[in-house]
Structure formats: structure tokens, C-alpha cells
């Protein structure tokens, strides 16, 4: 008898986790269209739609139009928008990108805040103040529901395990925020999350099964998705190919990193030595290679030829249907990616050429898909698909 009771719950939870997000991926949408997509009767939609909106994460929007057959106008159901938002962080070199979302994924705020060369410890105030100042402007129901970070680093069972440009100093930020704003806190490796919003907000590619993003920042790193899922491997380490060794180091060297030859931070680098050490960004980086600078124009023609290699490689080890750039360096010279294309078409033969694109708006990407894991958390519906392109617009 309890087995039966608990099967029953168990079937109740799982029918008003579907409806749920056949809102959130149909939106505007009915009960009549949730009931055929769903195969459910409609009486058992209504009261799975009534408790839905009873707990405030729907609303209705007004009447829709009748159908071909006549009969009662539908009623247009969505996503509450006023239920409340999320906070999501993405630390930068030079800034702390904070973005803020309603329940559906929407933008309602963007900024960064500087924090150049200041530690974890000076950091964890900045976030707070963004926080409050979100609380302080919000006219939402239940306020912050939940706070994401990307990290530009390793992440285990949300916690970080290396973090190389960015000393944690011990800090929990599970721990520090959750106990403080009482709300779920989630750390993902920024590339992962790259890869997330290309799954998610990006309309056109809702049909990929299998896509890699390539992270190329301060670092290297890849996000992965297999089968529609992040894969993050059995530590959290998959998809880390700028800490893969160089091949053909002299035995007597110390073995060198991917990312140490074609990192953003490689490039300005080395293009900052060959200029005598003076000190660069990527902003005047690019300058530099709009100028016609000859050291800009040789390390970034480098850079063009080792990521058309790394791509050679990431397709090798994962036969995607598709690779994803998320650059900002690559984004501020559009020029590179078809020269990337053409070194990467030198390299394989014709037949087995990966398609490659470049993620636009690239400092929101992380920003976006910490968005879509932290609502999927607050929405109880980790399992599911979500369509937040469906919705978005920027």
C-alpha cells in the first residue's frame, strides 16, 4: 500500500514537472495544446495546471485565438515573470560580469563591475552590494531565488578543484552565499556553461545532439555536450584540452600547455615581449592588428594556425555535429574565423569538415547558461529539456 502511494506521488510529481516545462518551452501556450503534446487527459492537465499556478510559477496571459473548428477561445498560459529572479556571476580577468534574469531566462539587468588585480576576499563584498542593489530595484513576489557562477576553472560536485587565475583563499562560495541569502548557489566551469547557452538560448541549434564550445580566454578549455547533456567527466575535468602537454617538447624542457602557446593571455604575451615588455590588453591587441602592426599580425596569424589545429584534435576525440569559438579576441577580429576555417580545411580532408561558428555576445554566454542551470535548479526540472531561446532576444 505505501509503495502504491509513493508511485502514485512519484507519477503526480513527475506529470507537473512536464506540464511545467511544456509552459516553459511552448510559451505562450494552452491547456488544450499541453494536454495533446503531453498525451494526458485535459481535466488532469487543468489540476496539474492549477497547482502550478496555486505556487505562482505561472500565469495566464488573456484569451488566444479560436480554433479552425470554432468553439471557446484557449486561455494563453506562461511562465510568471513576476515570481522572482536569479543572480549569476562570471569572474573576469578585469571584471566581474553580473547578470540578472526573471524565471524565464529573461535579461532584466547587465553590468560589470571592476576588480583588477583585488583577491576573493575584496571580490565577495562587490557581489554583495550587486545583490542588494537587485533586491533593492525589484518589484518580484519572491525576490532572488537562486545564484550561479562561472569559474575559470575546474568544478566537482559544485565545488571548485582548480582554480588557477583566482585564489579562493578557502572561501566557500556554496557555503558563504547560500547561508547568507538562503537561497541555492551553483558553481560551473565558465566553457561548460558556454556550451550550455548554445544548447539553450540559441534557437537554431535546439537540434544538436552532440556540440563542443572551445573557451578561448585566459585559458583554454572545452564545454561538452553529448546527447543533448553537459558531460563533465567523472571529476569535472573533462574538456580541459589547455592543460593537455605539447607534443615533441625536448625531453630535457619543461613540458608546456596548449593554452601556453594560444591562450588569450599567450598572445598578448607574447606580442607584449617582442614589443620590448610593454604592457597590453586585448583591446590594444586589436588595435595593434587593425593597425597593420607586423608582431600583432605574426602571433595572431600563430594563434589562427594553432586553434585551427586544437579544433583538428577536439573533432578528432569528439565527432561533433558542430564546434562552437567562444572568443573575445575572435569576436573583435570577425576576419579570423574564415581564416580559422581555411587553415582547419588544409588540415582534413574535405568530407569530414566540422561546421564552426563564433558565440555571439560572448560575455554573456556564461552569464546565460549559469541562468539556465540555476532555473532548471529552482524549477526542480534538471532533467528536462528547456527551450530558453524562445524567449530571448539580444
Same mark, same amino acid.
Given at each position: 500500500?505505501?509503495?502504491?502511494?509513493?508511485?502514485?506521488?512519484?507519477?503526480?510529481?513527475?506529470?507537473?514537472?512536464?506540464?511545467?516545462? !511544456?509552459?516553459?518551452?511552448?510559451?505562450?501556450?494552452?491547456?488544450?495544446?499541453?494536454?495533446?503534446?503531453?498525451?494526458?487527459? &485535459?481535466?488532469?492537465?487543468?489540476?496539474? *495546471? @492549477?497547482? =502550478? &499556478?496555486?505556487?505562482?510559477?505561472?500565469?495566464?496571459?488573456?484569451?488566444?485565438?479560436?480554433?479552425?473548428?470554432?468553439?471557446?477561445?484557449?486561455?494563453?498560459?506562461?511562465? %510568471?515573470?513576476?515570481?522572482? #529572479?536569479?543572480?549569476?556571476?562570471?569572474?573576469? #580577468?578585469?571584471?566581474?560580469?553580473?547578470?540578472?534574469?526573471? =524565471?524565464?531566462?529573461?535579461?532584466?539587468?547587465?553590468?560589470?563591475?571592476?576588480?583588477?588585480?583585488?583577491?576573493?576576499? $575584496?571580490?565577495?563584498?562587490?557581489?554583495?552590494?550587486?545583490? +542588494?542593489?537587485?533586491?533593492?530595484?525589484?518589484?518580484?513576489?519572491?525576490?532572488?531565488?537562486?545564484?550561479?557562477?562561472?569559474?575559470?576553472?575546474?568544478?566537482?560536485?559544485?565545488?571548485?578543484?582548480?582554480?588557477?587565475?583566482?585564489?579562493?583563499?578557502?572561501?566557500?562560495?556554496? !557555503?558563504?552565499?547560500?547561508?547568507? *541569502?538562503?537561497?541555492?548557489?551553483?558553481? +560551473?566551469?565558465?566553457?561548460?556553461?558556454?556550451?550550455?547557452?548554445?544548447?539553450?538560448?540559441?534557437?537554431? @541549434?535546439?537540434?544538436?545532439?552532440?556540440?563542443?564550445?572551445?573557451?578561448?580566454?585566459?585559458?583554454?578549455?572545452?564545454?561538452?555536450?553529448?546527447?543533448? &547533456?553537459?558531460?563533465?567527466?567523472?571529476?569535472?575535468?573533462?574538456?580541459?584540452?589547455?592543460?593537455?602537454?605539447?607534443?615533441?617538447?625536448?625531453?630535457?624542457?619543461?613540458?608546456?600547455?596548449?593554452?601556453? #602557446?594560444?591562450?588569450?593571455?599567450?598572445?598578448?604575451?607574447?606580442?607584449?615581449?617582442?614589443?620590448?615588455?610593454?604592457?597590453? $590588453?586585448? *583591446?590594444?591587441?586589436? &588595435?595593434? #592588428?587593425?593597425?597593420?602592426?607586423?608582431?600583432?599580425?605574426?602571433?595572431?596569424?600563430?594563434?589562427?594556425?594553432?586553434?585551427?589545429?586544437?579544433?583538428?584534435?577536439?573533432?578528432?576525440?569528439? $565527432?561533433?555535429?558542430?564546434?562552437?569559438?567562444?572568443?573575445?579576441?575572435?569576436?573583435?577580429?570577425?576576419?579570423?574565423?574564415?581564416?580559422?576555417?581555411?587553415? *582547419?580545411?588544409?588540415?582534413?580532408?574535405?568530407?569530414?569538415?566540422?561546421?564552426?561558428?563564433?558565440?555571439?555576445?560572448?560575455?554573456?554566454?556564461?552569464?546565460?547558461?549559469?541562468?539556465? =542551470?540555476?532555473?532548471?535548479?529552482?524549477? @526542480?526540472?534538471?532533467?528536462?529539456?528547456? %527551450?530558453?531561446?524562445?524567449?530571448?532576444?539580444?
Amino acid at each position: 500500500m505505501a509503495g502504491t502511494i509513493r508511485n502514485r506521488m512519484q507519477l503526480h510529481q513527475q506529470n507537473i514537472q512536464s506540464v511545467l516545462a !511544456q509552459v516553459f518551452n511552448h510559451q505562450p501556450t494552452s491547456r488544450i495544446e499541453i494536454s495533446r503534446n503531453l498525451a494526458l487527459n &485535459k481535466s488532469t492537465v487543468s489540476s496539474l *495546471y @492549477n497547482a =502550478l &499556478k496555486e505556487e505562482g510559477y505561472v500565469e495566464e496571459l488573456g484569451e488566444g485565438a479560436a480554433s479552425t473548428a470554432g468553439g471557446r477561445k484557449p486561455v494563453l498560459l506562461a511562465i %510568471n515573470r513576476r515570481y522572482g #529572479y536569479t543572480m549569476n556571476f562570471d569572474f573576469g #580577468y578585469r571584471h566581474i560580469h553580473v547578470m540578472k534574469n526573471n =524565471l524565464s531566462g529573461d535579461i532584466m539587468s547587465y553590468t560589470q563591475v571592476d576588480a583588477k588585480d583585488i583577491g576573493i576576499k $575584496d571580490i565577495l563584498p562587490l557581489i554583495e552590494t550587486q545583490i +542588494e542593489k537587485a533586491e533593492n530595484e525589484d518589484q518580484t513576489k519572491h525576490n532572488l531565488l537562486g545564484i550561479s557562477f562561472a569559474i575559470h576553472g575546474t568544478i566537482d560536485d559544485n565545488a571548485i578543484t582548480y582554480s588557477p587565475f583566482l585564489d579562493m583563499e578557502g572561501i566557500d562560495l556554496v !557555503q558563504y552565499f547560500g547561508d547568507k *541569502y538562503d537561497v541555492p548557489v551553483l558553481l +560551473e566551469n565558465e566553457a561548460n556553461l558556454a556550451a550550455v547557452f548554445e544548447r539553450d538560448f540559441n534557437d537554431e @541549434n535546439q537540434r544538436l545532439s552532440n556540440a563542443v564550445t572551445i573557451s578561448i580566454h585566459r585559458g583554454i578549455g572545452a564545454g561538452l555536450i553529448i546527447n543533448k &547533456k553537459l558531460y563533465r567527466g567523472a571529476h569535472g575535468e573533462a574538456g580541459e584540452i589547455g592543460r593537455s602537454l605539447r607534443v615533441g617538447n625536448n625531453i630535457n624542457e619543461a613540458p608546456r600547455k596548449v593554452e601556453d #602557446y594560444c591562450s588569450e593571455d599567450a598572445i598578448i604575451n607574447q606580442i607584449s615581449e617582442a614589443r620590448e615588455g610593454a604592457p597590453l $590588453d586585448r *583591446y590594444e591587441v586589436v &588595435k595593434l #592588428y587593425n593597425e597593420n602592426d607586423a608582431i600583432a599580425k605574426r602571433v595572431i596569424g600563430s594563434f589562427v594556425e594553432n586553434t585551427a589545429r586544437i579544433i583538428v584534435n577536439v573533432s578528432n576525440d569528439y $565527432d561533433p555535429d558542430e564546434i562552437f569559438l567562444n572568443s573575445p579576441l575572435i569576436e573583435s577580429l570577425p576576419e579570423l574565423l574564415p581564416e580559422i576555417r581555411n587553415a *582547419y580545411s588544409k588540415i582534413v580532408p574535405s568530407n569530414t569538415v566540422i561546421p564552426m561558428t563564433v558565440t555571439r555576445n560572448s560575455h554573456y554566454a556564461t552569464l546565460l547558461g549559469g541562468c539556465a =542551470l540555476i532555473t532548471r535548479r529552482v524549477l @526542480n526540472l534538471e532533467d528536462f529539456e528547456l %527551450n530558453f531561446a524562445a524567449q530571448q532576444e539580444f
